[in-house]
């Protein structure tokens, strides 16, 4: 059931950012802003910890989730550390992805060579 | 020497003619319905080169050697030399010119470089040079990297995009010898009717191309119908559409004797390139490999090729400007005296 | 013939074919949905080792980021995106192409000034724009709990 849940919800956020490419003259990157933006908003009212909690990694997988991380992590460090953790708080949380993403893109690059389409 | 006509359309008096010509191409050109038509297809893309700009520019050197060869002529019988390419500076031009040693002239015109190249040359040809070399390039991974997106990145392709042909074609223009004859050229006007998708280039064009062939009709005196076969460069099955739309509304309309390289290089069903091919090497392959040999073939007397360019930058883009347009026109033809 | 430019932009608009809008929104959802899909496997196998749900949740990102980013260098991403298209750029694993892809692609001018400038030519933004909403957001919670 957890699964189904992750699929359909997964598979309902890409949707909709599927309709944002046909039917918009948006670039990817805008869309992707416009994910991570979105996550970060719907987490501050409250609405997207109750979607993650219902969907687990239907919701957290999209970039909204990302989003999401973002403002979980400056929450909990200005409750913990006062102004200083709307600085900290959003880095820090989502520092294992980022840290990701420059490594592997830095190896691949090393071993690897773009094709001819 | 090259006099001129109604507004733009110049004629070229004496005696000029393509010598030869060659189209190189690669492995998706090959697949393609004129995949028998190039001379040269190499199957690796990276023609053996390190860069894709590299690649490109070999393409270049290939056309032109193939071209002198096929013409028993050497690059030291060459004056001048009109290339260009859709990279940034012209350097796949510039950098397979490095080597020849002949007067070297640099053109960015975007996707319409090889007419602008060919009618450069001829204007050249009847008056004081003997040979010019017209060249022409585009490769879909140097252009995708400038332009677009890194090649491996993951995005889908709306429907009115075009593919960017990995070719590159080169005519021997010369005065007082060979066939077929370039009997007239036009170069065209920059026009912008608002359009600013950078996935709709053929829409872009459109206005540039009907803006051209519309004026040559009018400078000249002629119609749709004289001619065997009217091309346009790269409007792909958007641009065609509206091609004939404009036209008919100019009072020019066409007939079945019109068609667009865009259409004829790939299989638009079966080899995914949505609207159609598009780049430089687009309509230089097309002419240089198909349409100059069916000329030389009799299959075809007369003929009006445009070449078509979308006038366009990543930063003009971003910027938020529309993408004008322009459209540069020769005119081939198999009779050796005046047709005007 | 004088044609304005917001007729042909019209007239443009009505040359171009059909976007296959079902088509793409089934693949969207499929591919986006199977993404997340192994995205809950991942999570899964990580809490049943053990760790607590934000570290799991952390290396569940990681374990999707290395996996797309393997695609992308073996040439397999973009063409799932093909078919995916906005199932394959939502999820993380589209951060991931979008951040290796180019890393990849300006290798050629460099270590420094190619990889290392452009890695973030398409990803960047949502870093950018990420980090400056979650800020925002930390000032105005901030503000509000003084209150």
Same mark, same amino acid.
């Given at each position: ?60 997988? !999209? ?5 999401? /991380? ?14 200083? #953790? ?32 | ?55 490109? +520019? ?12 096929? =013409? ?14 859709? *990279? ?7 950098? +397979?010119?490095?080597? +020849?040693?002949? !007067? ?32 022409? +390039? ?39 010898? #060979? ?44 119609? !749709? ?90 930063? /003009? ?24 | 013939?004088?044609? /304005? ?8 608009? =009505? ?50 980021? =290395? ?21 394959? *750029? ?11 892809? !180019? ?45």
């Amino acid at each position: 059931m957890e699964y189904l849940k992750a699929f359909i919800v997964g598979g309902i956020i890409c949707a909709i950012g599927q309709v944002f490419i046909d039917k918009t003259k948006l670039t990817p990157a805008r869309i992707l802003v416009g994910f991570v933006v979105s996550g970060v908003i719907l987490s501050a009212l409250g609405f997207y910890e109750p979607l993650v909690e219902f969907a687990g990694a239907g919701a957290t997988v !999209p970039l909204s989730g990302f989003g999401h /991380s973002l403002a979980k992590g400056v929450r909990a460090a200005v409750a913990d550390k006062g102004f200083l #953790g709307a600085f900290t708080g959003g880095l820090s949380a989502t520092a294992g992805g980022i840290t990701a993403a420059i490594v592997f893109g830095f190896i691949i690059a090393v071993f690897f060579k773009p094709k001819d389409k | 020497m090259a006099h001129k006509i109604g507004k733009q359309t110049l004629i070229i008096d004496g005696v000029v003619g393509i010598r030869s010509s060659a189209a190189v191409g690669s492995k998706k050109e090959g697949e393609g319905p004129l995949g028998k038509d190039f001379d040269i297809i190499n199957d690796d893309s990276r023609f053996g080169e390190k860069t894709w700009e590299k690649a490109e +520019s070999k393409m270049q050197e290939l056309a032109c050697w193939k071209a002198l060869k096929k =013409a028993e002529a050497e690059m030291k019988d060459v004056d001048f030399i009109f290339a260009g390419d859709l *990279l940034n500076q012209c350097i796949a031009s510039a950098f +397979s010119a490095r080597g +020849s040693k002949v !007067p070297y002239i640099g053109l960015y015109g975007a996707c319409s470089t090889f007419a602008e190249a060919v009618g450069l040359s001829a204007v050249f040809a009847d008056s004081a040079a003997k040979n010019c070399l017209a060249v022409a +390039s585009s490769h879909f991974c140097s252009a995708e990297r400038q332009y677009r997106f890194p090649l491996e990145y993951g995005g889908q392709r709306p429907p009115s995009a075009q593919w960017t042909a990995t070719a590159a074609g080169a005519a021997l223009v010369s005065k007082e010898e #060979g066939f077929p004859f370039v009997k007239a050229v036009t170069f065209g006007t920059v026009e912008d009717f608002g359009i600013n998708d950078q996935n709709n280039m053929g829409a872009a064009m459109a206005p540039a191309a009907a803006e051209t062939l519309s004026q040559f009709f009018k400078d000249t005196y002629t119609d !749709p119908e004289d001619y065997d076969l009217i091309v346009t460069g790269d409007l792909g099955f958007v641009g065609a559409n509206l091609m004939k739309e404009l036209m008919g509304r100019k009072g020019f309309p066409l007939g079945e004797n019109y068609s667009d390289c865009g259409l004829m290089l790939y299989d638009r069903e079966k080899q995914q390139v949505e609207s159609g091919a598009s780049g430089c090497g687009c309509s230089a392959s097309v002419l240089s490999g198909h349409v100059i040999p069916m000329l030389r073939d009799g299959m075809l007397k007369s003929v009006l090729a445009l070449s078509t360019g979308a006038l366009m930058s990543p930063t /003009s883009v971003q910027q938020g400007e529309t993408i004008p347009g322009v459209a540069h026109l020769v005119c081939f033809s198999s009779e050796k005296g005046g047709i005007f | 013939m004088s044609l /304005s430019s917001d007729e042909y932009k019209k007239m443009g608009e =009505a040359a171009v074919p059909k976007t296959k809008c079902f088509r793409n929104l089934s693949g969207a959802f499929l591919i986006g949905g199977t993404i997340c899909l192994i995205g809950q496997f991942v999570l899964n196998f990580y809490l049943d080792a053990g760790l607590s749900t934000p570290n799991a949740s952390a290396a569940c990102s990681m374990t999707l980021i =290395a996996f797309s980013a393997v695609l992308t260098g073996f040439g397999v991403y973009d063409k799932i995106a093909k078919f995916g298209g906005g199932g394959t *750029l939502v999820p993380i694993t589209g951060f991931a192409n979008a951040v290796v892809s !180019p890393a990849m692609e300006f290798k050629s001018e460099g270590f420094v000034l190619g990889l290392g400038v452009k890695i973030f030519t398409i990803a960047g933004p949502v870093i950018v724009y990420g980090v400056l909403a979650s800020v925002a957001y930390g000032i105005i919670y901030w503000i509000l709990k003084i209150m």
